[in-house]
């Protein structure tokens, strides 16, 4: 059975034998929406027949009620396949292929939003260190620290690049 979630407009393969015919919520593993499935097919099968029941110029006019049954046995053999589908026990409730999120750029990213972030904690810290100092006394040797380590995370990232 394929199903399409609503948000983002993703088709999944699912299991039929996995949704009740009262129906089950759903998760998107693309987008993560959530949202309360119900089986449509027997009832657009039962709305067919009755419209073949209840129209009665049909029994004069072949061609029309021909073309309504073979609309609903097209959706009869849609069934009959989805069941054949379902039979299968090895099959996952949503098929998707995962995206690989974690890629070397990302973390080359990460990395220097981290250098950055240290760099301006220690400007921030060095602008305001006389208001600072009254709180903690001590604040200029850990701006000693910090600029050690700035020191050693550039000579560092000189030694890779050699």
Known sequence: MIITCPACEKKFQIDATLIPNEGRTLQCGSCGHQWFYKKKIDDKLNYLEEKLISKKNLSS????????????????????????????R????????????????????????IILSFLAMII??????????????????????????????????????K
């Open 61 to 88: 006019n072949k061609i029309k009620r021909k073309s309504v049954k073979n609309q609903i046995n097209i959706k009869k053999e849609k069934l009959d396949v989805e069941k054949s589908f379902s039979n299968k």
């Open 90 to 113: 090895d099959t996952a409730i949503v098929k998707y292929e995962e995206k690989q999120n974690f890629t070397f750029t990302k973390f080359l990213g990460y990395i220097l939003i």
């Open 124 to 161: 921030i810290i060095d602008t305001f260190k006389s208001p600072l100092s009254i709180i903690f006394p001590n604040v200029d040797n850990f701006l000693y620290s910090l600029y050690e380590i700035m020191k050693d995370i550039f000579y560092f990232i000189k030694d890779l690049i």
